[in-house]
């Protein structure tokens, strides 16, 4: 069963491989190449899983080491896997939603002549993020870790004649940057505090490392998932990735790439545990993101957007319930699995809207489109039910974990977070009951556009149906599934850990308090755009809305902030290198220089003057022995 | 000899030595001053020949005979005389100016050439020079013998070397000094036809001063109206701008000797023919011509080149 | 008399021989006055002969008079060659190597 493991990260390697040095030749089957490979992963991910609960709970990690990576000395690296039920939570949803959105991008890519190379990209999309969670170490994690940044650039640029995408994918790259070093910085930190960076005895030995060193790694972490997982202040670059082509958007930057952060912070949570300042920046991040996000996705038009705002609150939440410590870790990664379910969906709905629109992402101009496309409609209502947390759906069972558990956190704290979580649960139901009407109901309004194409709305062929209605099962039950006799608790238990905190409320006072805010958010957009007209053009709006529109002007403070000084001190740099590097330098030439134009008219060529100093040298010597003799 | 040998046993000399020593030794600083101060090359090689033998001198009463024979017959005999050939092949007559024409090259040779001799001095003094321990014993096989038994045994390797350094010396001032021919020499046939040829004269060139007035190659003969032609002096000697024109003295000579002649036929003729020329005056004229005849017949001290 | 005073007189004339080398301007005379220097030499290498009371410094000398006698053959040969391609034997003359 071991040797299973690498075979999950060498299938869609060597689909990748296969994709992007095939040349033409494999033009016309790419896409089935690349799906089936995929396929073959999820099926080789659920034989493991099959296998694993076959066996006790206790004894159900399975390790595999395949070679010696870097033996030099006492250091070793390897490449080894380790499969325990973290890691099959995450393949399952990997190679599950991937192989999914393979097959929905069969039909979104048909008219691409590129679709190869999408597929190749999208394997090997796979492969990284497989190693990502397989590795049982950091260093091997961090190899998955870029590789998936990589992926992530090819395909928010993949569209790369317009100017906009490859923009946002040098974003997104030198985003994600910054947090590479945090990762790279914790692993150094890590090597010099356990001498190894593998994940047991790193882990294990996390209690009896001073907690000054612990909080630096856990800081360091905290900045890698921030840079990843599209977390305040490293959040700038998911907004400006939706100009990837929208499966990218739901399978990368909703389902699973932006939730290595949430996974990075579980896996280390015995760092975490031990470093409880370093925890409570977590939980200070998640708490700013999630509602930035969905203040965020409230005022955005464009309907991408508006669920990448989303996206980031939901990843909020996860970092919030990762940061809780082990009340949360669990219901981090359930949010995370239900999330990737209700979130790839919800994409996978928007790509179909936006295939019926001509591309149109701007949801004033869509409206009444549920009698054109009933069954976009459909899936697409039940993802928008799940992730409001309407009672029974998949999102009501994890996020009202997360704002329970929040408030078992205890005291201010608790009060805090919880209430933080409770006001996002609003605005998510605001901002998502929005999406809805704005795209579902009311008067049709669309226009035609440049060219006089009126957009003909219609039904997805069934190659991007399908997906869709398998997510909205998923975004239906995985929930209540995972809630059953709490299966999933006890699932992860073993790896994460749990406790029950001590919370103020009752989990019914919870629920219910969820469910008023859930209502109030619901009225509101219901008062603001079901109930009237929507204006073709935007309003003006608020201030707050203004604000949000553009990102909270997280852009502007960005420039002012980072690229303005950057600025400063290149010119700074450029003026000192210009003034005094190159003085000193021009100074020493030209001194050089005249120096030798007085000195060459020694050099005139008489040998008796040579001779003179020739003569008068030899008087120097004989003088210099004399002294030495002397002393 | 023998006094030289015994003197070279002790730590002091004889004052037989050191008389030969202040006396001579005088003499080679002088000779010595003037190699470098004589502004003809010729001198110079002269005083240092004075030098040298002087050298040779003091070589013998250090107890180096062998040493002080090949100096005279070696280096006075052999390499100045080459020194001498070579400045007369360069041109005996030219004199150096000893205006110096390098800014500060005096002032400069003068310090370093003071605190050399100084230093050098002051090092000789430092040393420790107090016991000599003389070659009588060195010598006492006889100098040459010693010598040799060094040169052929110790110093073999360096004496064979020596001898390919003479060997090599001797091939690179052949190849410095020969001149490749570039085209084959014309016979005298071809010289004779091409003059016959050309029409410009056919006869041979014309003979130099020799026997026209003067007696020497390098004085153009005169042309009958007492210019001198160029034609006549060797073209060597022309080319170095080696002519010496002696026309307008040959001219005066011409007027003085028509003079005389006249002032004869007319103290033959008529009595009163020119008695202004006075009594003294053949006397005068007469000695004039002898010193200049006697100038001429010399080596030349003072040339009048005629510039090309 | 100390007989150290040779080599006072060999500093000396060492001394004048390379004075002359650097004030004349003729090679002719140039070359006799390193003939002076080397000459110079041998009386002292001589007089050392004395002080040692071996003769390997007369041996030195006979090699400097071999040695000088190779370099003014070349010599000379070279202020030949010169003198016939540039008409002067004046070293000022041939100060070709400069800028």
């Known amino acids: ?631 | 000899m023998s006094g030289g040998a015994l003197a070279a046993a002790a730590s002091t000399t004889s004052t037989g030595e050191a008389l030969q020593f202040w006396v001579l030794g005088t003499v080679a600083v002088i000779g010595a001053l003037c190699t470098i101060l004589m502004r003809k090359a010729v001198h110079s090689a002269l005083c240092l020949a004075g030098t040298m033998i002087v050298l040779a001198i003091f070589y013998l009463a250090n107890g180096a005979y062998f040493l002080g024979v090949v100096q005279i017959v070696v280096y006075t005999g052999a390499i100045m005389m080459l020194f001498l050939f070579v400045v007369m092949l360069v041109g005996v007559t030219a004199a150096d100016s000893l205006k110096e024409t390098l800014k500060g090259q005096r002032w400069l040779a003068a310090l370093c050439g003071l605190g050399f001799g100084i230093l050098l001095c002051a090092g000789i003094g430092n040393a420790s020079l107090k016991t000599w321990n003389g070659l009588g014993q060195a010598n006492s096989g006889g100098n040459v013998e010693g010598l040799a038994s060094l040169i052929f045994t110790k110093y073999v390797f360096a004496f064979e070397i020596t001898g390919a350094l003479l060997i090599t010396a001797a091939v690179g001032a052949m190849v410095l000094t020969h001149r490749e021919r570039t085209e084959r020499a014309r016979t005298q046939r071809e010289q004779s036809e091409a003059r016959v040829r050309t029409g410009r004269n056919v006869p041979p060139l014309p003979a130099p001063g020799v026997y026209a007035r003067h007696n020497a190659v390098d004085i153009p003969g005169l042309l009958p109206d007492g210019t001198p032609s160029d034609l006549t002096v060797n073209a060597t000697l022309r080319g170095r701008g080696q002519i010496r024109d002696v026309s307008s003295e040959a001219l005066a000579e011409l007027a003085a000797l028509e003079q005389r002649s006249q002032r004869w036929l007319g103290r033959k003729g008529n009595g009163t023919g020119k008695p202004s020329g006075g009594p003294g005056k053949p006397g005068t004229s007469e000695n004039g011509e002898n010193g200049e005849d006697g100038e001429n017949a010399g080596s030349a001290p003072n040339p009048r080149g005629v510039a090309k | 008399m100390n007989p150290v005073n040779y080599l006072y007189l060999a500093a000396l004339l060492f001394t004048i021989g390379a004075a002359g080398v650097v004030i004349r301007r003729n090679a002719i005379v140039l070359f006799m006055c390193v003939e002076l220097m080397l000459n110079a030499c041998n009386l002292a290498f001589v007089t050392f002969s004395r002080l040692h009371g071996n003769l390997d410094g007369q041996i030195i000398a006979f090699f400097t008079m071999v040695v000088a006698a190779a370099e003014v053959v070349v010599g000379l040969a070279i202020i030949v060659t010169v003198f016939r391609s540039r008409h002067s034997a004046s070293v000022d003359d041939a100060s070709l190597m400069k800028l």
């Not at chain 1, 905290?222 to 490293?234: D, F, I, Y």
Request: proline share 3%.
């Open chain 1, 1 to 631: 069963m071991e040797n299973l493991i690498g075979l999950l990260v060498a299938v869609p390697l060597l689909g990748a491989a296969l994709l992007l040095c095939g040349g033409r030749r494999l033009d016309g089957k790419g896409h089935y190449i690349g799906t089936v490979l995929a396929g073959a992963s999820f099926v080789i991910g659920a034989v493991l899983f099959a296998d694993m609960l076959g066996r006790g709970e206790h004894d159900r990690a399975l390790h595999s080491k395949v070679f010696s990576w870097i033996p030099v000395g006492g250091f070793r690296a390897d490449v080894a896997f380790q499969l325990d039920q973290l890691s099959m939570t995450f393949v399952l949803l990997i190679t599950g939603v991937g192989t999914l959105i393979h097959i929905y991008s069969i039909g979104y890519m048909e008219h691409d002549e590129r679709r190869r190379r999408f597929f190749g990209y999208l394997n090997l999309f796979l492969a990284a993020m497989l190693l990502l969670v397989l590795a049982d170490n950091y260093l091997l994690l961090y190899v998955g870790w870029e590789g998936v940044g990589l992926a992530s650039y090819l395909l928010i640029g993949f569209w790369q004649h317009k100017p906009s995408a490859a923009t946002a994918a040098k974003k997104a790259f030198i985003v994600n940057r910054v947090g590479d070093v945090g990762l790279s910085i914790a692993i150094m930190l890590m090597f010099t505090t356990f001498g190894t960076f593998t994940f047991a005895p790193v882990l294990t030995n996390a209690d009896h490392a001073s907690e000054g060193k612990l909080t630096a790694i856990g800081l360091m972490l905290l900045l890698a998932a921030c840079g990843k997982s599209a977390q305040v202040p490293l959040q700038s670059w998911l907004g400006d990735a939706m100009e990837g082509p929208t499966p990218v958007s739901a399978l990368i930057h909703a389902a699973t790439m932006v939730t290595a952060g949430v996974y990075l912070i579980t896996r280390s949570g015995a760092i975490f545990n031990a470093a409880p300042d370093a925890q409570a920046a977590v939980v200070a991040v998640g708490a700013v993101t999630l509602l930035f996000g969905a203040i965020v996705g409230c005022a955005k038009d464009d309907i991408k957007k508006a669920l990448a705002g989303s996206t980031m609150s939901q990843i909020g939440y996860m970092i919030l319930a990762a940061g809780l410590g082990p009340i949360g870790y669990v219901f981090a990664i359930m949010h995370l699995v239900t999330h990737g379910f209700f979130k790839a969906g919800l994409f996978l709905g928007a790509g179909s809207v936006m295939h019926a629109m001509n591309d149109e992402v701007d949801m004033r101009k869509y409206g009444g489109l549920r009698k054109y496309m009933p069954v976009t409609f459909i899936t697409f209502g039940l993802g928008y039910l799940a992730i409001i947390g309407f009672p029974g759906l998949s999102g009501f069972w994890s996020k009202d974990k997360i704002i329970e558990a929040a408030f078992a956190k205890g005291g201010t704290e608790g009060w805090i977070l919880g209430g933080a979580a409770l006001l996002g649960a609003a605005i998510t139901a605001y901002y998502m009951t929005r999406v809805m009407l704005l795209t579902f109901f009311g008067e049709k309004r669309w226009v035609p556009d440049e060219e006089g194409h009126e957009p003909h709305p219609h039904e997805s062929p069934s190659s991007m149906t399908i997906p869709m209605i398998v997510l909205a099962v998923g975004s239906v039950f995985a929930g209540g599934l995972f809630s059953v006799n709490d299966a999933f608790l006890k699932w992860l238990e073993p790896v994460t850990g749990h406790s029950h905190g001590d919370s103020p409320l009752s989990a019914a006072a919870v629920t219910a308090g969820t469910m008023v805010v859930l209502a109030i958010g619901v009225a509101l957009a219901w008062a603001q755009y079901g109930r009237r007209p929507v204006p073709r053009t935007a309003p003006r709006g608020s201030l707050l809305t203004r604000a949000a529109r553009r990102d909270l002007l997280q852009d502007d403070f960005n420039h002012v902030a980072l690229v303005k000084p950057g600025q400063y001190l290149t010119r700074g740099l450029v003026y000192v290198d210009h003034k005094l590097v190159d003085g000193v330098v021009n100074g020493t030439a030209a001194s050089v220089g005249g120096l030798s134009g007085r000195l060459r008219k020694l050099q005139n060529g008489y040998a008796r003057t040579y001779a003179v100093s020739m003569f008068g040298g030899t008087a120097v010597l004989i003088a210099a022995t004399l002294l030495m003799r002397a002393v």
